[in-house]
């Protein structure tokens, strides 16, 4: 006869607020540079580019710029998400992704291979849906709020033993 013992499920591991952000974050900037890069798999897209255009608009400097720009947006928010103090963290995720909800959709303009980009719209929506929602309903106590590199530096820190 063999009896069966009920395992204790182990404890989920906390995660804490700026982290998840940050985590979405880079998951958006992953994304958002792959639809990109496997947008020149497009028929004529190359020879565009080599032709000095992007769709309807000229490779110039401000062009670069500019695009530079628009990346630059998600890959800092992948650092500040960690490093601003909630007071600033919640409301700055909560605008820069409202304002990039339609930024991504620009990507849609023009009707050409709309299954992909539109996938791509959609992947990268869901990630900012997230994002939203988990500034939006970011804790308030102050245990759940507390700088996460304050939190991470006291964890670190190790007792000494005074002389």
Same mark, same amino acid.
């Given at each position: 006869m063999s009896t069966s013992t009920a395992r204790p499920t182990p404890p989920t591991p906390h995660v804490p607020v700026q982290?998840?952000?940050?985590?979405?974050? !880079?998951?958006f900037m992953v994304m958002y540079v792959y639809v990109d890069v496997l947008g020149l798999y497009k028929p004529g897209a190359v020879?565009?580019?080599l032709d000095g255009r992007v769709w309807e608009f000229d490779i110039t400097q401000t062009f670069a710029v500019s695009a530079l720009a628009a990346s630059l947006v998600p890959t800092l928010m992948i650092v500040l998400s960690t490093v601003m103090p909630p007071r600033a963290n919640r409301p700055t995720n909560l605008v820069v992704a409202a304002l990039l909800i339609?930024?991504? !959709?620009?990507?849609?303009?023009?009707g050409e291979w709309i299954y992909y980009y539109g996938l791509g719209f959609a992947a990268e929506l869901v990630v900012l849906a997230l994002i939203l929602r988990t500034a939006w309903t970011w804790p308030r106590s102050s245990a759940a709020t507390g700088s996460f590199t304050r939190r991470?530096?006291?964890?670190?820190?190790?007792p000494t033993l005074a002389p």
């Open positions: 982290l998840r952000l940050a985590a979405a974050w !880079a998951s020879r565009g580019i339609p930024w991504m !959709a620009f990507n849609l303009a023009g991470v530096r006291d964890a670190e820190r190790v």
